[in-house]
T-cell receptor, first 112, second 118 residues
Framework: DAGVIQSPRHEVTEMGQEVTLRCKPI?????LFWYRQTMMRGLELLIY????????DSGMPEDRFSAKMPNASFSTLKIQPSEPRDSAVYFC??????????FGPGTRLTVL | GESVGLHLPTLSVQEGDNSIINCAYS??????FIWYKQESGKGPQFIID?????DKRQGQRVTVLLNKTVKHLSLQIAATQPGDSAVYFC?????????????????FGSGTQLTVLP
């Protein structure tokens, strides 16, 4: 099993540009989580899906952030327009319904 | 001006010694706790978990202790090795709003930086 796959691993963009982060969960896992990690705020849950349905998006910072899960094997987190304060490492994690969440390697986003 | 980040507790131990990392959690109704290890440039990796009906659980070189009375969790690493150097996070579970098949919402602590000295 390849584990949770995220792309790109690094993204550098300019303020105002649209950014799309991608995640492929572990096959068979029915829940998917998006987290953001910064020095200021630590690891924060942004949104999670259960069976492709968004369950709780209360952690999404503002309307510039949106997330979709069109099928069980793919999810995107989009920021439009991006701002320098969005610079962080974004993690995707998946869960099969019992114990721990499995994290991907993360996408390091830098917004100039 | 200087930016202010999280004050990350640090722990330095000699190689071969035992390490104890502590964590206080907030929700007395939490029923599941988990320790993750995060190495530089990588995502958090599961170490060990414990449910609230237990007070101790052992894994390979690791032990987690749970004290529900004072809402305290600890991770003990035996014979600490250089490869154990990382940030360690505790997390507590909050069940999702759906009654069945709800996903686990984990709330993470700020983490502890463990450095193993040669």
């Amino acid at each position: 099993d390849a584990g949770v796959i995220q792309s790109p691993r690094h993204e550098v963009t300019e303020m105002g540009q649209e950014v799309t982060l991608r995640c492929k969960p572990i096959s068979g896992h029915n829940s998917l989580f998006w987290y953001r990690q910064t020095m200021m705020r630590g690891l924060e849950l942004l949104i999670y899906f259960n069976n492709n349905v968004p369950i709780d998006d209360s952690g999404m910072p503002e309307d510039r952030f949106s997330a979709k899960m069109p099928n069980a094997s793919f999810s995107t987190l989009k920021i439009q327009p991006s701002e320098p304060r969005d610079s962080a490492v974004y993690f995707c994690a998946s869960w099969e319904g019992t114990n721990e969440q499995f994290f991907g390697p993360g996408t390091r986003l830098t917004v100039l | 001006g200087e930016s202010v980040g999280l004050h990350l507790p640090t722990l330095s131990v000699q190689e071969g010694d035992n390490s104890i990392i502590n964590c206080a959690y907030s929700n007395s109704a939490s029923d599941y706790f988990i320790w993750y290890k995060q190495e530089s440039g990588k995502g958090p990796q599961f170490i060990i978990d414990i449910r609230s009906n237990m007070d101790k659980r052992q894994g390979q070189r690791v032990t987690v202790l749970l004290n529900k009375t004072v809402k305290h969790l600890s991770l003990q690493i035996a014979a600490t090795q250089p490869g154990d150097s990382a940030v360690y996070f505790c997390a507590e579970n909050k069940a999702g709003p759906h009654s069945s098949g709800s996903a686990r919402q984990l709330t993470f602590g700020s983490g502890t930086q463990l450095t193993v000295l040669p």
